[in-house]
């Protein structure tokens, strides 16, 4: 039987970054994957391809809309959605191939098969190969999958989850999205683009409801203006199939009547739920709560000291980086030293274009703590690179303490605001005030003069440019 100072169970970004961290300070590591490839769900059926297939499809968006407007003539632009899709398998691959190279250079041990605890230090791995390892201690990285609701059947042809969206044989002729969320508006705006008519049926009375309400306002006049529809505050209450046709009944929580959608196929976005299949949690006496998540103190422990989890199957956003801070965070802290996450500065990122992108508190939770703040908001249409690249959509909104001028919050909407976000980040990390930012010197032109400008009308009300 092998030994190990530390089994991590999954392999997505928590799973192996954790692996890397352990890897690095001198512990022996063995890495346990139920799945034939590395990476969990983000770089397999998440973050990676969507992301691929975000850029192909406004790259064919670019070039059917906006290349004229540039002079440039391409005459009949066609796509090639096998083409399109095998491209993303091939980004795909590429990325996960580049996680075995990496458990092969820090000397991890890989076991591919399910990995469930036979006792506290014991782990039984059922793959081709059925073996026992042994750890002094295990990190859970178990991950996601996509959740659904109880009265939905997902056949995985024509009701689907974001898993099957990235590998459709067709362009839907009306997509139906239930769920106005991060998943659902990505894989939506895909098919848009592509041809597909797009409704989002969402319970809420607004889109991204997690972010700030001015993020959510600006996207659904810049996704309407796409001609991408919306039935806000709709509660679906039944999916049928009919062949080829899907019809979604829901009702009108404002209006409380009830209205039908008919399409031909069926996103389902309504969140994922924690992965613990197959753990057997109960031989440790770890409990789930009813979403299946784990409790850990804040050392990320289990209530068995020996046993940690990270990333989905706990509580907080199901972010990809989330979990790699969580896995280098469990690693450190085995390692004797004493590391932190500070929670409140992991960015969200919403990846359409324009993107969106948000750091800290909103303007909604700022009110219902009742603490005094300043605002200070700039448009992108005011600065000459979004003007020039033709991305003149979204903002920059940073907001302050009233008091002290501590930034609190930094939410955008716009080109690459993914990329920006870090720079709200930063700012906040170092507990930046708002005329720190304003006095920074930001390259012209670009995209970030939007962060000093909102700063500046947040420090003194005084934007430059504007």
Not at 23 to 41: R, S
Not at 194 to 200: D, I, K, Q, R, S
Not at 270 to 297: M, Q, S, W
Request: net charge negative; aromatic share 6%; proline share 3%.
């Amino acid at each position: 039987m092998s030994s190990y100072d530390v089994a991590v169970i999954g392999s997505g970004p928590g799973g192996y970054v954790a692996a890397i961290r352990c890897a690095q300070l001198g512990m022996k590591t063995a890495l346990i994957e139920k799945y034939n490839t590395l990476g969990g769900t983000c770089l397999n059926v998440g973050c990676i391809p969507s992301k691929a297939l975000l850029d192909s499809s406004h790259h064919y968006e670019d070039a059917i809309k906006h290349f004229d407007e540039h002079g440039i003539e391409v005459g009949d632009v066609k796509f090639n959605l096998e083409k399109m899709i095998a491209r993303k398998q091939g980004v795909v691959d590429m990325t996960t191939k580049g996680i075995e190279f990496l458990m092969g250079k820090n000397n991890i041990d890989v076991y591919q098969g399910v990995g469930s605890f036979k006792d506290a230090t014991h782990i039984h791995i059922d793959g081709e190969k059925k073996e026992t390892i042994e750890a002094k201690h295990t990190i859970i990285a178990t991950g996601s999958k996509p959740s659904t609701l109880p009265f939905i059947t997902l056949d995985k042809e024509r009701i689907i989850t974001s898993t099957e969206a990235l590998k459709l044989k067709e362009v839907p002729k009306h997509m139906i999205v239930i769920g106005g969320g991060v998943i659902g508006l990505e894989l939506g705006q895909v098919y848009k683009r592509l041809g597909a008519e797009v409704t989002v049926v969402e319970y809420m009375d607004r889109i991204i409801a997690g972010m700030d309400g001015a993020q959510s306002k600006e996207m659904l006049k810049v996704f309407k203006k796409q001609k991408m529809k919306f039935a806000l505050s709709h509660g679906v209450t039944a999916v049928e199939r009919n062949g080829d046709e899907i019809t979604v009944k829901a009702t009108n929580n404002k209006k409380n009547t009830e209205v039908e959608f008919k399409g031909d196929y069926v996103l389902v976005a309504v969140g994922r739920h924690a992965y613990t299949d197959g753990l057997n949690l109960e031989a440790v006496g770890i409990p789930t709560d009813t979403r299946g998540k784990i409790e850990v103190n804040e050392h990320l422990q289990t209530n068995v000291p020996n046993i940690y989890a990270i990333g989905d199957v706990i509580k907080g956003a199901m972010l990809a980086h989330k979990a790699e801070e969580e896995g280098v965070f469990v690693a450190e802290t085995l390692a004797g030293q004493k590391p932190h996450i500070n929670y409140n500065l992991i960015p969200g990122v919403v990846y359409t274009w324009p993107e969106v992108a948000s750091v800290g508190k909103t303007e909604e939770q700022l009110k219902e703590a009742g603490v005094e703040y300043k605002s200070g908001q700039f448009p992108m249409r005011a600065l000459g690179r979004s003007r020039a690249s033709g991305d003149i959509d979204g903002f920059v909104k940073v907001l302050a303490d009233k008091t002290t001028d501590e930034v609190l919050g930094v939410h955008m909407v716009g080109a690459r605001v993914a990329d920006l976000i870090s720079e709200g980040v930063t700012a906040m990390e170092f507990r930046a005030s708002a005329e720190d930012i304003a006095r920074m010197s930001h390259a012209h032109p670009t995209y970030a003069e939007a962060v000093k400008e909102a700063a500046l009308a947040a420090t003194e009300d005084r934007p430059l440019h504007i």
